[in-house]
């Protein structure tokens, strides 16, 4: 009887605990999820509502209409910015990934001269804002001829790509165990066989962390799109909403909202499938 009464005791102390945990983590939620409910909200609402201070602005009060993302898809090109944004994003992402594969791998495991020196170097990039190369890119750009071609984005998108890539999979490399790839030396593999066969796969978490940050990266970017590209046919989603949603001292706020909702949907979406890699890939490299 005593037993029963001391494990009910321990039951609800743990449940109030959990409750407790949760009820911690409830300002952090609502802190996350207030940007992307706002912009849900917003894209529902009648232009009377929204230009009405008198209505609650946290709810819909004369109900729901979807004019705003019909007139998104019907009078602007969206599907023509959401088609050159995923190109745009997914090419130099699959070129960040091919120069900093190997080179994340030679500052993980090869000694050699000046390794820290190109790591510092490396790092310092990374943290250069990209407000500070668009000018000097702009004129490489327009040297090449790409000026208002998705080229320019292609070519221009993985110099901020590629200096985190490798800081991030040569952290992760590190992690791995030097055994593994002493005995594949023994058995006669060279450094290239080695990446590609034993390391690339056990480094999976790393290398999907890697190109799904640097995906983001490019898929919001707004600075160069704006500034290489001026044809609305080539425009990406951030610049596409930007400038044509936005006439002077008018914001069409509704299609505004209709186009952040649709174009977080993707990033949402493969977020949810790729969490578990991504979780593991960033803390990888923290521990040893």
Same mark, same amino acid.
């Given at each position: 009887?005593?037993?029963?009464?001391? *494990?009910?005791?321990?039951?609800? &102390?743990?449940?109030?605990?959990?409750? %407790?945990?949760?009820?911690?983590?409830?300002?952090?939620?609502?802190?996350?999820?207030?940007?992307? *409910? /706002?912009?849900?909200?917003?894209?529902?609402? *009648?232009?009377?509502?929204?230009?009405?201070? $008198?209505?609650?602005?946290?709810?819909?009060?004369?109900?729901?209409?979807?004019?705003?993302?019909?007139?998104?898809?019907?009078?602007?090109?969206?599907?023509?910015?959401?088609?050159?944004?995923?190109?745009?994003?997914?090419?130099?992402?699959?070129?960040?990934?091919?120069?900093?594969?190997? $080179?994340? +791998?030679?500052?993980?495991?090869? &000694?050699?001269?000046?390794?820290?020196?190109?790591?510092?170097?490396?790092?310092?990039? +990374?943290?250069?804002?990209?407000?500070?190369?668009?000018?000097?890119?702009?004129?490489?750009?327009?040297?090449?001829?790409?000026?208002?071609?998705?080229? !320019?984005?292609?070519?221009?998108?993985?110099?901020?790509?590629?200096?985190?890539?490798?800081?991030?999979?040569? !952290? *992760?490399?590190?992690?791995?165990?030097?055994?593994?790839?002493?005995?594949?030396?023994?058995?006669?593999?060279?450094?290239?066989?080695?990446?590609?066969?034993?390391?690339?796969?056990?480094?999976?978490?790393?290398?999907?962390?890697?190109?799904?940050?640097?995906?983001?990266? @490019?898929?919001?970017?707004?600075?160069?799109?704006?500034?290489?590209?001026?044809?609305?046919?080539?425009?990406?989603?951030?610049?596409?909403?930007?400038?044509?949603?936005?006439?002077?001292?008018?914001?069409? /706020?509704? !299609?505004?909202? %209709?186009?952040?909702?649709?174009? !977080?949907?993707?990033?949402?979406? @493969?977020?949810?499938?790729?969490?578990?890699?991504?979780?593991?890939?960033?803390?990888?490299?923290?521990?040893?």
């Amino acid at each position: 009887m005593i037993g029963e009464y001391m *494990y009910r005791i321990k039951r609800r &102390k743990s449940n109030l605990k959990r409750a %407790a945990q949760y009820l911690a983590l409830l300002p952090f939620l609502v802190f996350a999820f207030f940007p992307f *409910y /706002w912009m849900v909200i917003t894209s529902l609402k *009648y232009n009377q509502e929204l230009y009405n201070l $008198a209505s609650n602005p946290f709810t819909i009060t004369t109900g729901i209409t979807f004019e705003h993302y019909i007139y998104l898809f019907k009078k602007t090109e969206f599907l023509v910015w959401f088609k050159n944004t995923f190109i745009v994003a997914l090419v130099p992402t699959f070129i960040a990934l091919v120069f900093s594969i190997p $080179a994340g +791998y030679a500052l993980a495991r090869l &000694k050699f001269r000046w390794s820290a020196l190109i790591s510092t170097g490396i790092f310092t990039l +990374y943290l250069m804002p990209p407000t500070l190369l668009f000018l000097p890119l702009s004129k490489f750009v327009n040297n090449l001829g790409l000026t208002n071609h998705l080229g !320019s984005l292609i070519i221009t998108f993985p110099t901020f790509m590629i200096p985190y890539c490798i800081l991030m999979l040569s !952290s *992760y490399f590190r992690t791995i165990p030097a055994e593994i790839e002493d005995m594949a030396l023994i058995d006669g593999c060279t450094h290239v066989q080695m990446l590609y066969k034993i390391v690339l796969p056990i480094s999976k978490p790393g290398v999907i962390t890697s190109s799904f940050f640097s995906f983001i990266l @490019a898929w919001d970017n707004l600075i160069y799109p704006v500034t290489f590209i001026s044809n609305s046919s080539r425009k990406t989603i951030s610049s596409g909403v930007l400038t044509e949603l936005i006439r002077g001292d008018v914001y069409f /706020w509704g !299609s505004l909202m %209709a186009g952040a909702v649709v174009s !977080s949907i993707p990033i949402i979406v @493969a977020f949810v499938f790729l969490m578990d890699n991504y979780v593991k890939g960033l803390t990888a490299g923290s521990i040893k």
